[in-house]
């Protein structure tokens, strides 16, 4: 019997039990594809049909017991999609067989040894019980709605009806995961055993007499808190999720708002009724490209540069047990925070001592602020801390596999301290610039070894964000680069690999972003406005309320440098003269308490003074018109960046500008945009703004002919 499955292993044991280990072949994890499916379906009719099996487990071989759907197949599978009725076909793929599971007379019980989640969980949800190994292995979750989407598989009307409406809607909505301890308080599980118990535990639920037959599917049955339209506190939910939503998403992502109609229609009428009001709305989003764009950026692409897809082959693999890290700043000291928490030892470096103990003494203090919260426990911040040691002496960089150096964006700074490491690290060891715009090889010129220098931008706040710009210089070479990607792997970050440029790839699409945001000021359109248009398209935060956090000062100097360096080639950026202005009058954002906005006690406000400098322009604003410039002044810079070589692959352009710079998710990236829009409708755009805007925005001849031929940065 067992010979007719390949994705499970199916046995009979001598209780009259059929024990399902899902093993999908060929995959890390098990994944709900077509083939699962089937043979999920030729099992359960095996079991309904044989009067001599009393019901099923549903475990897993795999230390995962399912991650849910095929998200690559997913991808491709919704490129090719536009008819609706393609659509619900695939929003109903799995329905029917885990309906006929929940249906089948006969109990099933999952037996969760590891994470399930996504299709992973509804599974598990349409069996009759569920068991989950006393193992911090095991996660579960719904976090469909966090890549444009929604649960397909029935979660969004089995949760509800287990566990109650708003419970089940805090759940999917947020789509954050939850350990065993929390779905048994929830009533998700019903048990949570020993790992060497779990099959044997969710036997012995089947031979206690474990009802087949759900309480849904019983007359009379009511959800837990209530449903339907005309209960007063579920309406105030509805009304108070719908607003909230719409804020936070400022409707851009179709998903939640899906989600949540799907629930509350879907709860509403009976339970079949329920599966299909989901499969509409799951449909609706397969046909919708958000969806597509997110699982393609953030989990696929994502998922392989996680996995150092770009990583040149042929080389082994590097360890590093003592790094260097050159100055103690926030950016130094969140590196040397990085290192610390992957187990590596860091020498801290400063001026002086006392300036670096300040370095390490900063860490400390946010670590306090973790365990007041209750986020940390004392003994790992000072097992942390342990590994952290601030020096002034370079020959302690003697053990180092590695160096980075992350001092002032100043080039004859930077050079000495360069020449200082080489002269006291090991010879075979990288030399890192953590550098956000100084060209790697220019900064790096006459240094011994230069095959063993590139660049390793990383991005403030170190520790909380999760990408790392690994710049290749002139001399850079494969086994450095390979060793490189190692390292940040260690530190459990995603790597985009660029060519060496002045900015590289993530800064100048910021820098064209804030520019032309700055220039929208000279143009009399105020801060407040262009911050709430620029959050109405997607972005956490406004450009000029994120200036003003970061600092004026840093960028200005940085344009300055771009022009002493370039000379008679320098093409001064759209807001060079608000930005210069800005500076000489001290306005350098909230630290000096005054920038686009105007800082009382750290509370920003709208400024006067700004509102004089730049009188409100007389003519109506576009709103839809300045969209358009703060998305597509950086998809049309990117696009620049591939033209010229800087960045090579459309998919780690999208990961980094999402994860690096916050562009917005919902997007899938700037390429995606384009792709999204097609070059031809882009370029017609940009036309449109060069004619009513300016220059900046006009296409290049490279770019306006793939808009000719059709060319997609994505096949």
């Known amino acids: 019997m067992s010979s007719q499955f390949k994705t499970i292993q199916y046995q009979l044991n001598e209780q ?65 999609v536009t008819d609706p009725q393609a659509a619900l076909d695939i929003a109903n793929s799995i329905k029917p067989t885990l309906r006929k599971l929940e249906c089948c007379s006969k109990p099933i019980v999952a037996a969760i040894n590891g994470p399930a989640m996504g299709g992973g969980l509804e599974l598990a949800l349409a069996c009759h019980g569920r068991v989950v190994s006393d193992s911090a292995k095991v996660i579960m979750g719904l976090p469909e709605v966090t890549l444009g989407l929604m649960p397909g598989a029935g979660g969004s009307q089995r949760l509800p009806r287990m566990i109650g409406i708003q419970k089940a809607l805090e759940i999917m909505l947020q789509g954050r995961p939850f350990n065993a301890a929390k779905a048994l308080e929830l009533g998700i599980v019903d048990a949570i055993v020993a790992p060497e118990k779990l099959i044997e535990a969710a036997c012995q639920q089947i031979t206690d007499g474990l009802d087949p037959i759900k309480p849904w ?12 339209f005309f209960d007063a506190d579920l309406g105030n939910l509805y009304n108070y999720l719908t607003s909230t939503i719409c804020r936070d998403t400022q409707r851009n992502t179709p998903a939640p708002l899906a989600l949540l109609t799907a629930v509350a229609r879907g709860t509403a009428v009976p339970f079949d009724a329920g599966l299909h009001i989901e499969s509409c709305y799951f449909a609706k989003l397969i046909l919708d490209p958000t969806a597509r764009n997110m699982v393609r950026t953030l989990f696929v692409s994502k998922g392989e540069l996680d996995k150092l897809s770009r990583r040149p082959k042929g080389i082994d693999k590097a360890s590093f047990q003592t790094i260097g890290v050159i100055g103690s700043g926030l950016m130094g000291g969140g590196i040397a925070q990085s290192a610390a928490k992957a187990g590596i030892d860091v020498v801290l470096l400063d001026i002086s001592d006392e300036q670096a103990s300040k370095g390490k003494d900063a860490i400390a203090k946010s670590f306090g602020k973790l365990i007041a919260k209750g986020r940390m426990q004392q003994e790992k911040a000072d097992a942390l801390l342990a590994k952290i040691t601030p020096s002034a002496d370079y020959s302690k960089l003697a053990s180092c596999q590695l160096v980075v150096e992350a001092v002032f964006e100043d080039v004859a700074l930077k050079q000495m301290v360069f020449k200082m490491a080489r002269e006291h690290m090991p010879a075979d ?52 680069l390979a060793e490189a990607l190692d390292f940040v792997a260690l530190l459990r970050k995603t790597p985009i690999i660029v060519n060496d440029s002045r900015g590289f790839f993530t ?30 398209a997607g972005f956490a935060i406004g450009p000029l309320a994120l200036i003003d956090d970061i600092g004026l000062e840093n960028g200005y100097k940085a344009s300055l440098a771009e022009k002493q360096a370039l000379g008679e080639r320098w093409v001064e950026p759209a807001g060079f003269k608000v930005q210069k202005q800005f500076n000489e009058l001290g306005r350098i954002g909230r630290r000096g308490g005054m920038g686009f906005y105007d800082y009382s006690e750290g509370v920003r406000a709208p ?9 409100a322009s007389a003519s109506a604003v576009d709103a839809e018109q300045i969209k358009q410039r703060l998305l597509y002044v950086q998809a049309l810079e990117a696009a620049r960046c591939y033209e010229e070589g800087v960045i090579t692959d459309a998919a780690e352009a999208d990961v980094g500008v999402i994860l690096g710079i916050g562009f917005p998710s919902y997007t899938g990236g700037v390429f995606s945009l384009i792709d999204t829009l097609n070059c031809g409708e882009f370029v017609a755009a940009l036309d449109a703004l060069t004619e009513t805007v300016g220059e900046r925005f006009r296409a290049s001849d490279w770019l306006r002919s793939r808009a000719e031929v059709g060319i997609q940065f994505y096949a």
């Open 607 to 615: 400024s006067a003074a700004v509102a004089k400098l730049y009188p």
């Open 429 to 480: 060891a990288i030399l890192a610039s953590n550098t956000s715009s100084l060209p790697i090889s220019q900064i790096g010129e006459g240094l011994p070894s230069p095959d063993r220098f590139l660049g390793l931008h990383f991005f403030s706040p170190v520790e909380r964000m999760p990408l790392i710009e690994v710049i290749r210089g002139k001399f850079t070479s494969d086994k450095t």
């Open 16 to 80: 009259g039990i059929a024990i399902l280990l899902m093993d999908i072949p060929g995959s890390n994890a098990n994944v709900m594809g077509d083939a699962f499916r089937d043979e999920l379906d030729l099992a359960v009719n095996l079991i309904a049909s044989d009067d001599n099996i009393k019901g099923a487990v549903i475990g897993s071989v795999k230390n995962d017991f399912m991650a849910g759907g095929d998200l690559n197949a997913m991808v491709e599978m919704f490129a090719n």
């Open 217 to 228: 599917d019983k007359k009379g049955y009511t959800i837990p808190g209530g449903s339907g």
């Open 507 to 536: 800064s100048r699409v910021i820098s064209a972003y804030l520019q032309e945001a700055f220039a929208m000021v000279a143009e009399g359109i105020s801060p407040t406005l262009i911050d709430n248009i620029a959050k109405q």
